[in-house]
């Protein structure tokens, strides 16, 4: 499986608190990165997970990449939702964390979910499509592989999800590899659903496919692929969300439980080593040079 750093840019935008997403665009999103760390970190324990958002006074950079799956869920906590995105900004901060990436051996990715439409007026002349086609060539060119989840108003809008088309196709979405862009239309399901059989979490899918648009989803080839758990993720997605989650709650308590024996541990060393050596400080002679050890009674011997 592929060693990876990405880089996961949420929509926090104000358009995400509609609620046609269950239960709104930005709690689906919360849902989605946890699956896509799941899914990149179990693929290669080596690869790590970064997140950052792209509304509000701009795009911030909540976690470098890590494997420590509560650092992102606090990153996500703290996240305010607020102002318009900035997309071709975001993708070019997530850049610059990818560049600076611990391992080097790791692969660079962006995974970008966007559920607002593209608007200049808001003021971000780098989200043009002319800005933009010209950011993924510069992505291209780095080996930066982006992915984009569009869902809600990057639907509906016909021009937001064209430019989207052609800045996946510039980086090299048609020929190249990995570079997907998922359409997740309203639907009774979480996105999350949706989202399980794309390339962007089946890395062990149809990964060098390529790809837009519904192609992207429908190129999955994640049915009938079972997990650890001996089950199929497309036909049953929410219990292997639920399990893959019960086993990392059960490791972390374990982890827990193990830290708490060897400091108890280390606690009772110490207090046997204090005891040890008030013992032998005990034992030597008294300051007036007599022995001081405590006097026996003598058995009487018979005259």
Same mark, same amino acid.
């Given at each position: 499986?592929?060693?990876?750093?990405?880089?996961?840019?949420?929509?926090?935008?104000?358009?995400?608190?509609?609620?046609?997403?269950?239960?709104?665009?930005?709690?689906?999103?919360?849902?989605?990165?946890?699956?896509?760390?799941?899914?990149?970190?179990?693929?290669?324990?080596?690869?790590?997970?970064?997140?950052?958002?792209?509304?509000?006074?701009?795009?911030?950079? +909540?976690?470098?990449?890590?494997?420590?799956?509560?650092?992102?869920?606090?990153?996500l906590h703290e996240t305010k939702i607020k102002g318009h995105i900035r997309l071709g900004t975001a993708i070019s901060v997530a850049m610059?964390?990818?560049?600076?990436?611990?391992?080097?051996?790791?692969?660079?990715?962006?995974?970008? +979910?966007?559920?607002?439409? +593209?608007?200049?007026?808001?003021?971000?002349?780098?989200?043009?499509?002319?800005?933009?086609?010209?950011? /993924?060539?510069?992505?291209?060119?780095?080996?930066?592989?982006?992915?984009?989840?569009?869902?809600?108003?990057?639907?509906?809008?016909?021009?937001?999800?064209?430019?989207?088309?052609?800045?996946?196709? /510039?980086?090299?979405?048609?020929?190249?590899?990995?570079?997907?862009?998922?359409?997740?239309?309203?639907?009774?399901?979480?996105?999350?659903?949706?989202?399980?059989?794309?390339?962007?979490?089946?890395?062990?899918?149809?990964?060098?496919?390529?790809?837009?648009?519904?192609?992207?989803?429908?190129?999955?080839?994640?049915?009938?692929?079972?997990?650890?758990?001996?089950?199929?993720?497309?036909?049953?997605?929410?219990?292997?969300?639920?399990?893959?989650?019960?086993?990392?709650?059960?490791?972390?308590?374990?982890?827990?439980?193990?830290? /708490?024996?060897?400091?108890?541990?280390?606690?009772? /060393?110490?207090?046997?080593?204090?005891?040890?050596?008030?013992?032998?400080?005990?034992?030597?002679?008294?300051?007036?040079?007599?022995?001081?050890?405590?006097?026996?009674?003598?058995?009487?011997?018979?005259?």
């Open positions: 499986m592929p060693l990876e750093a990405t880089m996961i840019v949420v929509d926090n935008s104000e358009t995400s608190r509609n609620g046609d997403y269950l239960p709104n665009r930005f709690s689906a999103q919360s849902e989605a990165v946890s699956l896509i760390f799941n899914a990149k970190t179990s693929s290669n324990p080596e690869s790590a997970v970064g997140l950052m958002s792209m509304a509000g006074t701009g795009p911030k950079v +909540l976690n470098t990449p890590t494997t420590n799956h509560g650092a992102v869920l606090a990153g610059l964390a990818l560049h600076h990436r611990a391992n080097k051996s790791q692969r660079q990715r962006i995974v970008v +979910l966007i559920c607002s439409e +593209l608007d200049t007026k808001f003021g971000d002349k780098n989200d043009t499509e002319k800005e933009l086609i010209k950011l /993924a060539k510069k992505c291209k060119k780095n080996n930066v592989s982006v992915d984009f989840v569009a869902f809600g108003d990057a639907v509906s809008d016909s021009s937001t999800k064209a430019t989207l088309e052609k800045f996946v196709e /510039a980086v090299g979405g048609t020929s190249g590899e990995g570079n997907y862009l998922a359409v997740i239309p309203p639907g009774p399901g979480l996105l999350s659903d949706s989202l399980i059989t794309t390339p962007i979490v089946n890395v062990g899918g149809d990964a060098g496919a390529g790809g837009s648009g519904m192609e992207g989803v429908e190129a999955s080839g994640g049915a009938g692929r079972f997990d650890e758990f001996g089950i199929d993720p497309a036909a049953d997605p929410e219990l292997a969300m639920a399990l893959r989650m019960s086993m990392e709650e059960e490791q972390n308590r374990l982890e827990r439980e193990r830290r /708490a024996r060897e400091e108890e541990e280390r606690r009772n /060393a110490d207090r046997m080593e204090t005891i040890t050596e008030e013992g032998q400080a005990g034992s030597g002679d008294n300051k007036d040079g007599t022995d001081s050890k405590q006097p026996r009674v003598e058995d009487d011997k018979p005259e």
